[in-house]
């Protein structure tokens, strides 16, 4: 069911932004890109969209850098973290930039006022790692960062380099999104799921069809295919546990999630994401 807890942004104000910028990145999650597409958004991007994956740390065997998928879209994969790819996403904008000026000339003042500049909207769904990867890319802490979706209040303009201007926006969301994505993105706090064990269980199920035990090895119990079973290995093992005795499988099922979302483990399979 769509998710009502977040509210759509303006589409009027992401569209304003939009038109006025010369590049869109559309910052997704490495680990399942899909989750933090946003449809509607790449439509009014158009060919000014450039798709940066992060957390490629956390994809065992996916090279960083540039790649050209078949219908001609851009893809950066990048680590903030190790900071893998950055600098060659960095060099990429600024070879497009003055390219830019090499035809239409130079940034310059008008009344106080910067004129054609190079400006990127940077873009995402909550906590995907805009604001890391922004702060990677200028070398310093240009924007506030944590471990809780809607850290971004407002609009931010950045100098990435002379006349080069990045623009990060607050995160959007589609109301089609899924319960599931959001949150397997790290766009839902875990305590707000309706649905912890459903979630739970599509991020194991993930794991079982990659015939990956990542999962079972991080909390270190053995690994089941079961689900429901392999949560209350989990609950036992981490102490969640009920009157009686019983394991406690809604808190370990947000356990398994909220520890997902913060990267602690990941899927290991190359071509798992």
């Known amino acids: 069911m769509p998710i009502p807890n977040f509210k759509l942004r303006s589409w009027s104000m992401v569209s304003r932004y939009i038109s006025m910028c010369q590049m869109v990145l559309l910052v997704v999650d490495g680990r399942h890109m899909a989750s933090g597409r946003v449809s509607r958004l790449e ?6 969209l450039v798709l940066v994956a992060t957390k490629t740390d956390l994809v065992p065997g996916r090279k960083t850098g540039l790649s050209v998928q078949p219908n001609g879209l851009t893809v950066f994969h990048v680590s903030s973290k190790t900071k893998a790819g950055v600098e060659e996403l960095r060099k990429w904008i600024t070879t497009k930039a003055y390219e830019r000026f090499a035809r239409l000339g130079k940034p310059y003042m ?28 200028t070398g310093r802490r240009a924007t506030l960062t944590g471990f809780r979706a809607g850290i971004t209040r407002g609009v931010q303009w ?16 589609d109301f089609a999104m899924q319960e599931e994505g959001l949150a397997l993105a790290g766009s839902l706090d875990v305590e707000k799921l309706q649905d912890p064990m459903g979630t739970a269980q599509k991020l194991i199920d993930r794991f079982t069809l990659a015939k990956d035990h990542g999962l079972a090895n991080y909390f270190d119990v053995e690994h089941s295919t079961d689900s429901e079973k392999l ?15 019983e394991p406690n499988l809604d808190e370990a099922a947000r356990l398994v999630v909220r520890e997902y979302q913060k990267g602690k483990y990941g899927l290991m399979k190359k071509d798992a994401h």
Not at 231 to 245: D, N, P, V
């Open 231 to 245: 949560l209350a290995a989990i609950a036992l093992r981490r102490g969640k546990i009920l009157k009686g005795g």
């Open 158 to 173: 950045i100098n990435l380099a002379e006349g080069i201007r990045l623009i990060d926006a607050p995160g959007v969301v």
């Open 43 to 48: 439509r009014e991007a158009g060919r000014k």
């Open 110 to 137: 008008r009344e106080g006022t910067w004129c054609n500049t190079f400006d990127i909207l940077i873009l995402g769904i909550p906590n995907v790692g805009k604001s890391s990867l922004i702060n990677s890319m």
